[in-house]
């Protein structure tokens, strides 16, 4: 009985919660979140189930901290010392880039928007809006305005990744767009036609990021 115990206690101390999310992020962002269960996870660490129970409880925590980890990575290459208008940018991008690379994370952040991820997102923006000196009364309508835009934009540019075939080449779809766009009678949709140029040579990023400032240029003026 003591000898058991003992190796349990040594598996435990070598498999850490740390080892564990890292694993199930692999598999997240290789196959996707239907290919996460314990026993994929057991077999990438080469060992037992219940060794990784010692540490998750289920499936729902095992996201949830997958998601703080790839968010608190993004979180924190943001300056602290930055200024204000300049960090809710770097937050931005940092989680924009964050879905990017795990598409996964989207959807969980709002899940449980209570968790440390959702957290850090929400006080990153908001402390920046008062350091701004954006009245009280427009903080939260402001702040609101920002987390969606940016979580909206985020999930949607990864949903739209997920939608194509993986060898599905940018430029080329791109360029398939504008030239149906072309179809229509520039005097029925003058504005798609003036974009369309735009459309096959934008880049995603640096939309995002014009939304962004044009959001903040808007916030600005309210005082």
Do not use: C
């Not at 498999?15 to 269960?37: F, M, N, P, W, Y």
């Amino acid at each position: 009985m003591t000898t058991r115990t003992r190796r349990i206690e040594r598996r435990s101390d070598a498999l850490s919660k740390q080892r564990i999310v890292e694993a199930a992020i692999e598999i997240l962002d290789t196959d996707g979140e239907s290919a996460l269960t314990f026993r994929a996870l057991a077999a990438r660490l080469a060992t037992g189930s219940g060794a990784i129970y010692w540490h998750i409880a289920d499936k729902n925590e095992l996201l949830a901290a997958a998601t703080d980890a790839v968010i608190t990575r993004a979180m924190a290459g943001v300056i602290g010392a930055a200024e204000p208008r300049q960090a809710i940018r770097a937050i931005a991008l940092g989680v924009f880039d964050a879905i990017d690379a795990h598409p996964w994370t989207g959807a969980q952040l709002f899940r449980e928007p209570w968790r440390p991820a959702m957290l850090q997102i929400f006080e990153g923006i908001g402390s920046r809006l008062q350091a701004l000196g954006i009245p009280e009364k427009a903080q939260f309508d402001s702040w609101s305005t920002l987390v969606n835009y940016i979580l909206g934009v985020a999930g949607q540019n990864a949903v739209n990744a997920r939608l194509l075939p993986p060898e599905t080449d940018r430029a080329a779809f791109l360029s398939t767009v504008t030239a149906q766009w072309a179809k229509f009678a520039p005097a029925e949709s003058s504005f798609v036609h003036q974009v369309a140029t735009q459309l096959r040579e934008h880049d995603d990023r640096a939309q995002f990021l014009a939304g962004i400032d044009l959001i903040l240029a808007g916030i600005e003026t309210i005082r």
